[in-house]
Each structure stands twice: as C-alpha cells, then as structure tokens.
DNA sequence: AGATGCTATGTAAACCTTTACATAGATGAT
DNA sequence: ATCATCTATGTAAAGGTTTACATAGCATCT
C-alpha cells in the first residue's frame, strides 16, 4: 500500500487486469470506457494509491503542468496578495505555481528564458512591465504569457490589472472636493507604465477642475520611500508648497508624511497626502493613509483565469482585463488649513 | 536556430556527429570524453540553442528539481523575505521553488502529498510547525524536508530558525534595565511551538532579574493584531496593570499599540511595548517598535542549503541550525513613568 | 448471410534522457 | 607476438505516460 516506490500505471493495470491504455483513458477519458471497468480501475487505484507521474505525463504531452511567475522583486509588498490569487486560481485547475524574480538582473531573466526552454512550464505571468529576457527576447520561444499590473512593454500580451488612470482619478477628486488646488504630483515615470497612466489620471482631473498649469506641480522619483522623503526636501526649497501631495504608489506617500513629520507639519492639518495601492502598512500609518486600493487577490485570479483559458484555446478572449480601483478613506486627508489655502 | 520546436539532445548530436551518449557525457561528466569531442559538443549546443529537457531528465532519474516550499499564509508578513533567501539558493544550484499554501486546509494539505507522490519535487520546506497532511501523514513517502522557524512537530526533521529563548530575553532584559518590573507577557501558545519559546524567555528574564510571580502577568492571544487589542481590554478589566508590554509577535504588539492609543494612552509614556520578529511594518508605527529582528532572508538561504546538503548526502549534517535574533530599538520603549511605577 | 458500423479494449510507438554494458583502438608489459 | 589494461565512444534499455492504430465482438441494415 504505501510501498517505498509509488504505483505506475502497470500495478494499476494489473489489478483491475486491463491494459494500460484503459487505464489510461479511464482516468482522462471516461465516456471511452464501460462502466464495469471504470469500476474495476477506480478500484485499482484506490488500492495502489496510484498517482500519475506528472513528469512522464509532461514528457509525453510536451507541456507541464506548471506556471512560472517572474516579478522583479518578491519582497515587494503588493506581491504576496496576487500570489495568493494566482495559486488558488492555478491549484484549482491542477497546475501548481512556480515563482523567480529577476531582481533586475539580465543573467537572471536568461536563467528563466532556459527554464522556460527546457519545457518546465506551460505558462508565464509576468510582474515587470517588460520581458526580462534581455537581447534574446526577440528569438525567444515563450509559452502563453499573461501580465499583471500592466501592459508588457515589447510583447503582444494581454494582461490584468486596474485602471490607473481611474484609480489617480479618484485620489485628485478626493483632494479638489475637500478644497485642494495646488496639489502636488510626485510621481515616477521610468519605473512603471502604471505609474505614467496615473499621472494622466491626475491631469485629467486637474483639468476637469479647471485648475491651471500654474497650480499643478509634478515631481520625479522612483517610486521608493526615499524619494518621497527627498521630493519633499525638493518642494521646500522652492517658494511654493502645495497643500497636498498626491503620490504615485504608497511607498512615496509614505516617504512623504515621513519628511513631512521630521520637519515637524502634522499630516492632515498641514498637509493632506493620498497614496495609490493600498499596501497593508497603509492602514498602519500614523495618521492612517488615505489611498487607491487595487484588488490584489481577485487581479491574481483574473490574470491566471485568463492564462489557463489561453493554453486550452490558444485564442486570448480579451487583450486587457481592466479592475476598479477603489478609493479608501483614512486619515491622512483634510480641507486645507487657513494659512496654506490663502498662500 | 530558434525553430518552432527545441532542439533535443539528437539535434546536437547529429551536428557534432557524435552519439547521444556522448552528448550527455559531455554535459555531466566531462572528464570522461576527450577534448576535441567536447569541442564539438559544445559547437553544436551553441549552434542548436539545446538546453536539456528537464522533464525526461527527471523521469529518467526518478527525481525533479524542484523543491516545494508549503507555507500556511503566503500573505504573512515573514514569508516574502524568506522566500528571497530560499530562491536565490535553489536557483544558484540549479533546483526551481514551487509554492503552495494550505490556509489551514486539510484538503489542500493532501492535493500537496499527492503533488509530492507524482514526483514533482525533490524536496520540501515545512513553514508550519506540522506536517500539513491529515491522517495520512504517518504513511506518507515523503522527500527530504526542512522546516522553517521551528521544529516540525510529528515529524524528525530538521529545521532552521532563530534562537526564540534568546531572543525573548533580550526584549525582557532592555525591559527591566529600563526599569520595569510589572512587565505583561501577550503570548500564544497554541499555534506555534516558537511563540511557547519565546514565553520561555521571558520567564527566565524574569526570574533572573529576580521578579516574582506577583509581578508577572501572561495573556493568552493567537498572534493577531485583534488579539493584542482584546488582551489591553481584558487587562484594564483587571485592578492591576503592567507598566509594560511584551508581546509574542509584531502583530499583537501592534494591537496593543492601537488598543492603547484607542484608551488614550501614549507609547512610551504610559506604556512600554516590545514585539518580535520585525516585519516591514513595526519600522513606520508610530511610534516605531522596538522589538527583535529575525533574519529571515538569512534563514531562507540556510534552509535551503541545508535541504541541498540533505539531498545529495541523504544525512543531514546537523538537526538544527539557529540564528541569533538582533534586538532593534526604536520608540516604543522608555523607562516607566511615576505614576505606573509606584502602584 | 454478408456488409457495415459502432464500441470497448489492446498493442506498440513516441516523448527525451541517462547509463550499464559492449566494443574498438591504443598503450604497455611479458 | 600475445595478452592485459585503459580510454573514448557507441548501442540499447529503461523510466511512466498518452494515443494512433489495430482488432474483436456485437448490433443493425439490406
């Protein structure tokens, strides 16, 4: 029963003293084979314990069972809730998950490219913005693949994420109902394409407001904690401060009320501050952050819904599967103080 | 070159006409075939784009190259960074991490042993302080294993983590050397065996420093931030209160820190309060939390060499690797005021 | 009764490797 | 010159599955 080496078909067979081909189909193909002897098999296989040797079944059909998930980082906060998606998502159809990141590091992406060669997965999801094969992406032959977040730059690959410009959308309407006009954008536009289509979020609503190009105010960082602390340092040495900042992703948000706080302003009576995500420190901070949230676990199970339909049809239903970003109200936001709004 | 199907090991040989034998030895064992030969093997794999099929290598062998890592909460704030110093090992030896979680599900615990049947991975790492598979895990075949943060409960394997005793006492001994005596232990002695090791440590600080059980006050959560809130409720229920906090984890220490900010109180003024662990998060509270680092991508890396190590050796050259746990102070610990001391 | 078609099952090839065993040629010892 | 060794390579089997093709039994139709 349990043997030190498991049942292969033949023991199976045996037992239910038929071919291995019926037991085959018996277990792929039911209709195919009368009732009695699905009996016999079914019984067979609960007395062995038979499970199918998923590398001999992925050598003869050419393909695995597996889907590879290549993001830059995995330390990233936004990704362990897409990854708990993806999983549910994939386990539920028999494929299992398996996970790289490439740290931005080219001989890395290339480790994967061989993985992928090797015909260890039938499916790629991809975090970055782009292949991260390097030079040989051109020639590469890659499985269906499907984005997360946003669209991979050089390849024709759907993928699942959530409008951005909606969700910036949201965050600059929050900020003008209270009163804001001269809100700051600190932003990222090397990083991330997301990032680009939130500023376009936070112009069209600048401009739906009416609010002039003398009033808007719009920052480089990269998306890091660091430059949100820095960009505030930049805005102080200018004449003019904002009354609130809108940040591109929490992280900034977060850089921001902190150097905000070391220069002693108290967020949100001096200063509002939106961010966009919904990080789990978000709900932590002091105050809490007022943010964009993106629907993280449903977006790993779209992604990979739309991944499985791609390698049973071959045909992508849709290109880009776009979510709802809601905005979620904490702390961080007020009216503008008195003095500020009269500047 | 880049055809549509990969070049197999036929390919290669045909080109640097030789047999397949050859081709093989040359990639494993080149020591074994003569210079020129590897010469031309080497050619015909350049020309070929010939990487070898990991799925017929694996039947062949009887064993994949990948490791499962089973975690019960992918979401969990310590598991990311682990996963990093897992990743960066396996792929530096050429094995690929899949990942699964069980969310505490029976169900799911089995689809993983029968993953684990059909030979799909070579190795497994063990997040949970149990082997996830129900009743029949005292039957099962299972591959080498390593567990993670603590001791595998029902099963002789060894594991990689860090030192809790140690650790605890280190937040206990900064406790009492700022003065406090009345120091309340929020713990949890139900889901992990470590969270018991970590109460162990603090009983040792206390009887080291020579306070009495008069003085020691232990409450029973399940590591959640709720938890941490519920035990500062029970706790203002009671005549007597702590004039510190010393808490099993960051999450309770974090709902003690909101429990009591909800009262009113300031940390560290009014309280004191330690957690464990350090996840992201504990860095940006406010105030920031003292409490005692685990070096988790650290651990990752040796989990996983030590599962290597298990898998080309059969022995594991020790039962159990701990880390030293790094006290980081921040702002969440003073010396008792007055008013609390002289109760 | 013979032809036809359908259903259920079996036989054997193929997927791509690795490796035990065989072989051939070269070297060295007697 | 014969034999033993050694080195480099080739041949073929095995690993567990899926599936095209063959076959056998049976029912149906003319």
Redesign the pocket.
């Known amino acids: 029963m349990s043997n030190s080496?498991?049942?292969?078909?033949?023991d199976v067979?045996r037992i239910a003293?038929?071919?291995?081909?019926?037991?085959?189909?018996a277990?792929?193909?039911p209709?195919?084979?009368?009732n009695?002897?699905?009996l016999k098999v079914s019984q067979a296989i609960a007395i062995t314990g038979?499970?199918?040797?998923a590398?001999?079944?992925s050598?003869?059909?050419?393909r695995s069972n597996m889907i590879l998930v290549v993001a830059p980082d995995i330390g990233d906060p936004n990704f362990s809730s897409i990854l708990v998606g993806l999983e549910n998502e994939a386990r539920s159809h028999g494929y299992g998950i398996l996970i790289g990141h490439t740290q931005n590091d080219a001989q890395r992406g290339l480790e994967y490219l061989k993985f992928l060669n090797s015909n260890q997965a039938a499916g790629l999801i991809l975090f970055t913005g782009i292949l991260p094969f390097g030079h040989q992406t051109m020639t590469a032959r890659l499985p269906p693949s499907v984005g997360v977040f946003e669209p991979v730059f050089n390849g024709g690959i759907p993928y699942v994420g959530v409008d951005d410009i909606e969700g910036a959308r949201k965050a600059v309407d929050l900020l003008l109902a209270e009163g804001h006009r001269k809100i700051a954008f600190i932003g990222d536009s090397r990083t991330r394409l997301a990032y680009t289509r939130r500023r376009m979020g936070y112009e069209a609503g600048m401009d739906a407001a009416g609010v002039g190009a003398d009033l808007r105010i719009v920052l480089e960082g990269d998306g890091t904690i660091e430059s949100g602390r820095l960009a505030v340092e930049q805005l102080f040495m200018r004449d003019t401060l904002p009354t609130a900042f809108m940040c591109v992703n929490d992280q900034t948000a977060i850089g921001v009320m902190i150097g905000l706080g070391a220069r002693g302003y108290d967020i949100p009576r001096d200063f509002s501050v939106t961010g966009f995500d919904d990080v789990p420190q978000a709900a932590f901070m002091s105050p809490a952050l007022t943010t964009i949230r993106q629907p993280r676990t449903l977006i790993g199970k779209h992604a990979m819904a739309l991944l499985l339909e791609l390698l049973s049809d071959g045909q992508p239903a849709e290109t880009e599967i776009l979510l709802r970003p809601d905005l979620v109200v904490r702390n961080s936001v007020s009216a503008p103080s008195r003095e500020w709004a009269t500047r």
């Open positions: 080496t498991p049942a292969t078909i033949e067979a003293e038929v071919s291995i081909a019926t037991v085959s189909r277990i792929h193909m209709e195919k084979v009368a009695s002897t699905r038979y499970t199918t040797n590398m001999a079944r050598l003869r059909l050419g």
